[in-house]
C-alpha cells in the first residue's frame, strides 16, 4: 500500500494531502508520524488534486513529513458477544487491561438506513419504576427518547435509574446496556463505573468512554461505535439493547468544529447546516426490525445551552427523535428527584404501549387527567402570584393543591424506588380522589365507577 | 450514451468531468450506477447530486448521462404502494437488499409483470388527443385508473382491444404507428398541464371539528400546518390522509422518523374509509423517506409525491396530498446549497427558497382535465416544523405567503393535553367565504353564522382571560363568568377531539353542527336565565352541559343530543 508524503496544509482537525491515486470517499486513513506515532482519519472530501482528511486523535504533532497511508476501506468496527463486560475507548479499543477481543465480524460503523418496510411497530411497555416515565410519557421497546437536561441537574442520575430498573413485566430476554460517553469528565465517567460495578451491571453492558480530554473529533465515531455493537447484538444475537448516549451536546460541538475547520457555510449559531441529517443517522438507529426477537432503544442525554430548549441541539433533536424527558431546574431547586417536568415532556409512542392488555385500561385517561390538572395548577400558581389564593374559586384551590402534591408525592421518588406501573396509577388515583367526579372530565364515567374513590361519589 | 468521469467527491454532491449534460438530466454515478441529477453545471464540470451513499467512491470512475429528467413511473399500480423519495418501491428493496436500505439497487416504480384487465373507452376510428381517456382499469376496488393518451400524442384510434395486459405492453395504436401503453413517464419537476383552472369551491371534509368548522380548507386548496415539535403535527397528517373526503390520498412522509413511517404502514391497511366501507390502503399512495435516508433523494420526495397526485387529479379524481415535512424538504435544499457553497439567503437558506416553495404549492389546485368534464382537485397540506416553534423563519414565512388555510400548533395546548392543539386564535381560513354557500346549501343555512359566534366568544375569552390574570374570575361580572364557561365547552366540547377514539376520531358534520348549537342553546338559556335573577351559581352548575361530552363518543349521536337540550331546558324551567 502506497504511503504519500504530500501534505500541503495542516488546519484544525484537517489534513490536506495531494498528487495521490484515486481515493475513495469516507475511507479509513493512517498516518505515520516522524517520530513513529500512528494516528487515523477518514476522508472527507477527494478529488484528483485533493483529498481532505480528518484526524480523528487530533492534528498535534504531524507535520509535513509524515506519511499518509490509505486503506482503501470504511471505518469498522470489530464485534462479538465477547464485548459485553468490557470497556472500550471512543474509538473501540479496550482500556480495561482486559484480552483482545477476537471480532466475529467486522461491521460499517456509519449503518445504513433501516427499510421503513422491515420496521415493526414498538410496542412493548418498558417499566422503568420512574413514575413521571412510566404514566405519563410511557417508553416502549424501539423507542428513541432523549433526556433535555441542563448543567448541573441530575441526569446522570436518572439515566441510571433507569438502567438499572427498566424491564419488561413478564418477559426474561436477554437485556443489555451499551453506554457511550462522549466527552464527558473523568469524574462523570467515574461515576458511572462505580454504580455499574456495584450494581453488578457491567457484566451485561458495553461502555464506551470518550473522556473530556480525548480528541474531539473521536466523538463523532464513538455513538456510531456503539451504535454498531447495539444493531449487531440486537438483531443477530436477539438481544434487547439500551444504548444511554451521553452527551450529545459534546458530539454536536464537535461536528460543528469540523464545520469550521472545513470552512463550510455555518448554519444556526454556527452549526452545520447538514447537523439534522447526522443526527438522524445517529438516532434513526433504534427500533425493531420484522422477524428479529432483539430491540434497540435508545436514551440519548444532551444539555440545553442556557436552559434553552430552542437552542438547535434539542430542537433538531425533538424532530427526529419520539418525544424528549425535560428536566426542571426549577424542581431540582425544590429538591424534588428526579426532577422531570412533565409538561414538555412527551413520549409519542406511548399509546402504542400502553392500555388493558399492557398496563391498565385507565392509563391513558388517568394521564391526561393529570397533564390537564398539573398545567392549570401551574398556570394558577402565576395567578396566585399576583391576587393571593383568597381571590381563587374554591375548584382553582383544589387544583392548586393538586399540582402541589403532584410534585411532592407523584414526581418525587426515591433514587432505589423501583414502582410498579399499578402502584405508579393507583398513586394518581389517590391525588385525582381530592376531586369531585365531575370535574374529572378527560376520565370515562366506567372508568371512575371502577377506580374513583373520592370526596363525592 | 455519454460518459465522462469523476472529478471530486464530498458527501451527496460529486463533481463530473467530460459530460454534457443538460440541467436536472440523471445520471449514473460510479462502476455502481448509483442515481443522481445534475444541480449545476460550471465550465467542464458537472455538479451532481447523488440519491445514495457515496461512501468508498473514487475520483476517476465513470459517470453515465441518461439524457433524461429525473421521471416517475405512472399507471395501475401506484395505489396501495409505499415508495421510497425516487419512486423505488419498498417491499421490492427490502426483498432485493434486505433489511437495510443499501445502494445501487434499481427497482421500478410499477410493477412490470402483473397484468391488468383492460376496458376500452374509445373504438377504433374514434379521434383522441392527449390526455383524454381511452380506457380504464379497475386497479384497487372500487378505484377505476383511467388509461390516458400521453400528451405529446394525438390521432385517430386504429386498434384497440380489451384484455389483460402489463403496464408495458401497448393496448392501443395511433393511425401514425404511435402505440399506447398504460405506463407513462414524467418528469417530477413539471407539473402536468390541464384544460382549465378553476377556483376551489367545495370544502375539504376531513372530519375533524375544528378544521371544518371554524378553519376549513377547500378542494384544491393549500394549507399549512406549522408546529414546534410534539405539538401533534404528524397526528393531524395522518389524521387529515384517513378520514377527509378525497378520492385519492398521496403521503409524503419527507425527512421523518422511521418508527412513525412503520405506524402508518401498519394502520393504514388496517382502516376502513367512512365511505366506501373497503380498506383506506386502496386509495392511498405512500412515499417515506425517513431522515436517515440520503438527503438528494428526500429532496426529490416531494415532487414524487405531487407529480403523483397530479396524475390521479386528471382522472377527475380529488387528490389530497399530504407532505409531512416541508422544513426538512427546505433543509435538504439547504445541505445541497452549502454543499454547492452557494451565497445562503436568509438562515442559511438557499436564496431561491420561497420560489420552489411557491412552485411547488402552485401544483395544488382545481381543475378540468382534458380527458373529461368531470373537475379534478389536488389539495396540497404542507406541514412545517419551525425551529424553537417560531414562526418568523424563512420556511414558515415563506409557505405563509402562498398558502390560504393557516393551522397554528400550539405547544402550549399540546402541554394541556388539548387535541388536536390547533391555535383558535393565530389559524385563518381565506376560504370561509368561498365556502359559504356550500355549507348553507349541504348542511346548514346558519352554518357560518354558528360558526362565526363560536369564533367571536373563543376571541371575547381571551380578552376576559387577560382581566381574569389580574383580579381573578369571581370579580368578573355574571355575564362574563357566562362567556368563560361557555367558551370552555366550545374548547372542551367542541375543538377537542380524540384521534385515538374509534367513534371521535371522525366527525361528521352535522354532528359538528349540533354540537355547536347545544353549546350556544345553553349560552341563550344561561343569560335568559340571568335577567330573570338566577344566581350564577345554579346556571353555571346545569348539569346536562357537561353531557354535551358524551355525544363526541356516541355513534347515535342525534337522539342523545336532542335529549341533552330537553334535559337543559328542564334544569333551566326549575330554577
Not at chain 1, 428527584?337 to 392488555?357: E, T
Not at chain 2, 404549492?361 to 382534458?370: L, S, T, V
Not at chain 2, 354540537?515 to 338566577?534: F, P, V
Request: proline share 5%; glycine share 8%; hydrophobic share 40%.
Amino acid at each position: 500500500m502506497k504511503e504519500y508524503k504530500t501534505i500541503t496544509k495542516i488546519a484544525g482537525p484537517l489534513v490536506f494531502v495531494e498528487k495521490t491515486d484515486p481515493i475513495g470517499y469516507g475511507d479509513l486513513v493512517s498516518l505515520r508520524l516522524p517520530d513513529g506515532q500512528l494516528k487515523n482519519g477518514q476522508v472527507l472530501d477527494t478529488s484528483h488534486d485533493l483529498v481532505v482528511v480528518q484526524v480523528f486523535e487530533g492534528t498535534s504533532g504531524i507535520d509535513k513529513q509524515s506519511k499518509v497511508k490509505f486503506l482503501g476501506d470504511t471505518i469498522k468496527l470489530g464485534v462479538s458477544e465477547d464485548m459485553l463486560g468490557r470497556i472500550l475507548n471512543g474509538a473501540g479499543k479496550p482500556i480495561d487491561g482486559g484480552p483482545d477481543m477476537i471480532p466475529e465480524k467486522k461491521l460499517d460503523i456509519i449503518g445504513a438506513a433501516i427499510n421503513p418496510y422491515s420496521r415493526d411497530s414498538p410496542s412493548d411497555f418498558i417499566q422503568t419504576g420512574l413514575s413521571t416515565v412510566d404514566a405519563m410519557n410511557t417508553l416502549v421497546r424501539g423507542q428513541k427518547l432523549p433526556i433535555f437536561s441542563g448543567s448541573g441537574l441530575p441526569h446522570n442520575e436518572i439515566a441510571l435509574q433507569i438502567a438499572r430498573q427498566a424491564k419488561v413485566i413478564g418477559q426474561k430476554e436477554k437485556f443489555v446496556v451499551i453506554f457511550a460517553a462522549m466527552g464527558i469528565t473523568n469524574e462523570e465517567a467515574q461515576y458511572f463505573m462505580k454504580d455499574f460495578e456495584e450494581t453488578g451491571a457491567l457484566a451485561k453492558s458495553v461502555v464506551f468512554l470518550n473522556l473530556a480530554d480525548d480528541p474531539a473529533v473521536e466523538r463523532l465515531v464513538t455513538p456510531r461505535m456503539a451504535l454498531t455493537t447495539a444493531e449487531y447484538l440486537a438483531f443477530e444475537k436477539d438481544m434487547h439493547v439500551l444504548v444511554i448516549l451521553t452527551d450529545m451536546t459534546n458530539y454536536c460541538e464537535s461536528l460543528r468544529e469540523i464545520g469550521a475547520a472545513r470552512e463550510e457555510i455555518p448554519g444556526r449559531r454556527g452549526y452545520p447546516g447538514y447537523m439534522y441529517t447526522d443526527l438522524a443517522m445517529i438516532y434513526e438507529r433504534a427500533g425493531i426490525i420484522k422477524g428479529k426477537k432483539g430491540s434497540v432503544t435508545q436514551l440519548p442525554i444532551l444539555t440545553m445551552i442556557g436552559d434553552d430548549i430552542t437552542h438547535p441541539i434539542p430542537d433538531l433533536t425533538g424532530y427526529i427523535t419520539e418525544g424528549q424527558i425535560v428536566l426542571s431546574r426549577e424542581l431540582h431547586r425544590k429538591g424534588v428527584f428526579p426532577a422531570i417536568d412533565v409538561l414538555p415532556s412527551l413520549s409519542r409512542l406511548m399509546n402504542l404501549g400502553i392500555g388493558g392488555k399492557k398496563t391498565r385500561d385507565d392509563h391513558k385517561q388517568i394521564s391526561d387527567q393529570m397533564y390537564a390538572m398539573y398545567a392549570e395548577g401551574r398556570d394558577l400558581r402565576g395567578l396566585v402570584a399576583i391576587v393571593g389564593e383568597e381571590a381563587l374559586s374554591e375548584k382553582d384551590r383544589r387544583v392548586l393543591k393538586f399540582a402541589e402534591a403532584f410534585e411532592d408525592k407523584f414526581v418525587r421518588q426515591g433514587k432505589r424506588e423501583d414502582r410498579s406501573i399499578a402502584d405508579t396509577l393507583d398513586l394518581g388515583w389517590e391525588l385525582l380522589n381530592s376531586f369531585p367526579v365531575r370535574e374529572l372530565t378527560r376520565i370515562s364515567p366506567e372508568l371512575k365507577k371502577k377506580y374513583y374513590k373520592g370526596v363525592e361519589q | 450514451m455519454d460518459t465522462g468521469t469523476l472529478y471530486r467527491i464530498a458527501g451527496p454532491v460529486v463533481v463530473a468531468k467530460g459530460i454534457s449534460a443538460r440541467m436536472y438530466d440523471v445520471v449514473r454515478v460510479g462502476n455502481e450506477k448509483l442515481m443522481g441529477e445534475v444541480i449545476q453545471i460550471d465550465g467542464e464540470k458537472t455538479i451532481i447530486q447523488v440519491y445514495e451513499d457515496t461512501s468508498g467512491i473514487k475520483p476517476g470512475e465513470p459517470v453515465m448521462n441518461t439524457g433524461k429528467p429525473l421521471s416517475v413511473e405512472l399507471g395501475p399500480g401506484l395505489l396501495t404502494s409505499i415508495y421510497d423519495g425516487i419512486q423505488r418501491p419498498l417491499p421490492v428493496l427490502q426483498e432485493r437488499m434486505g433489511d437495510y436500505i443499501k445502494r445501487g439497487v434499481d427497482a421500478p416504480g410499477l410493477n412490470h409483470e402483473k397484468k391488468w384487465e383492460f376496458k376500452p373507452l374509445v373504438k377504433k376510428g374514434d379521434p383522441v388527443k392527449g390526455g383524454e381517456f381511452i380506457g380504464e382499469v379497475e386497479e384497487t376496488p372500487g378505484v377505476m385508473h383511467k388509461i390516458m393518451v400521453p400528451h405529446n400524442a394525438s390521432g385517430k384510434i386504429k386498434e384497440i382491444k380489451p384484455g389483460k395486459y402489463t403496464v408495458l405492453e401497448p393496448v392501443a395504436a395511433l393511425e401514425d404507428g404511435t402505440e399506447i401503453a398504460m405506463r407513462q413517464l414524467w418528469p417530477v419537476r413539471k407539473s402536468r398541464p390541464a384544460r382549465k383552472k378553476l377556483t376551489p369551491q367545495m370544502p375539504l371534509i376531513t372530519g375533524q371539528r375544528v378544521f371544518d368548522s371554524l378553519f376549513p380548507l377547500a378542494k384544491g386548496g393549500v394549507a399549512a400546518i406549522p408546529g414546534p415539535f410534539g405539538a401533534g403535527k404528524t397526528v393531524s397528517q395522518q389524521q387529515l390522509a384517513k378520514w377527509c373526503d378525497a378520492d385519492i390520498i398521496v403521503y409524503v412522509g419527507c425527512g421523518e422518523r422511521g418508527n412513525e413511517m412503520t405506524e402508518v404502514l401498519k394502520e393504514f391497511p388496517e382502516l376502513t374509509d367512512p365511505k366506501s366501507g373497503k380498506p383506506l390502503m386502496n386509495r392511498t399512495v405512500l412515499i417515506a423517506n425517513t431522515s436517515n435516508m440520503p438527503v438528494a433523494a428526500r429532496e426529490a420526495s416531494v415532487y414524487t409525491g405531487v407529480t403523483i397526485a397530479e396524475y390521479f387529479r386528471d382522472m377527475g379524481y380529488n387528490v389530497a396530498i399530504m407532505a409531512d415535512s416541508t422544513s426538512r424538504w427546505a433543509e435538504a435544499m439547504r445541505e445541497i446549497s452549502s454543499r454547492l457553497e452557494e451565497m445562503p439567503g436568509e438562515e442559511g437558506y438557499p436564496a431561491y427558497l420561497s420560489t420552489k416553495l411557491a412552485e411547488f404549492y402552485e401544483r395544488g389546485g382545481r381543475i378540468i382535465p382534458f380527458g373529461t368534464d368531470k373537475e379534478g382537485s389536488v389539495t396540497i397540506i404542507g406541514a412545517v416544523s419551525p425551529p424553537g416553534g417560531d414562526f418568523s423563519e424563512p420556511v414558515t414565512q415563506s409557505t405563509l405567503r402562498v398558502t390560504k388555510t393557516f393551522w397554528a400548533l400550539d405547544a402550549k395546548l399540546a402541554q394541556r393535553r388539548h387535541f388536536p392543539s390547533i391555535n383558535w386564535l393565530t389559524s385563518y381560513s381565506l376560504y370561509m367565504d368561498t365556502l359559504e354557500p356550500w355549507y348553507a346549501q349541504n348542511v346548514s343555512p346558519e352554518w357560518r353564522g354558528l360558526v362565526d359566534q363560536m369564533m367571536k366568544i373563543l376571541q371575547e375569552e381571551e380578552k376576559l382571560l387577560e382581566i381574569v390574570q389580574l383580579v381573578g374570575s369571581d370579580a368578573l361580572p355574571e355575564r362574563q363568568q357566562i362567556t368563560l364557561e361557555v367558551a370552555r365547552m366550545i374548547r372542551e366540547y367542541l375543538l377537542q377531539q380524540n384521534a385515538f377514539h374509534e367513534i371521535d376520531t371522525f366527525c361528521e358534520l352535522k354532528k359538528t353542527e349540533l354540537i355547536m348549537r347545544t353549546i350556544l342553546h345553553y349560552s341563550k338559556l344561561a343569560n335568559a336565565a340571568l335577567d330573570h335573577g338566577t344566581r350564577i351559581g345554579s346556571v353555571l352548575g346545569i348539569k346536562a352541559k357537561d353531557r354535551i361530552a358524551e355525544a363526541k363518543f356516541q355513534k347515535e349521536y342525534a337522539q342523545l343530543i336532542s335529549d341533552i337540550q330537553k334535559e337543559m331546558d328542564k334544569e333551566f324551567d326549575n330554577l
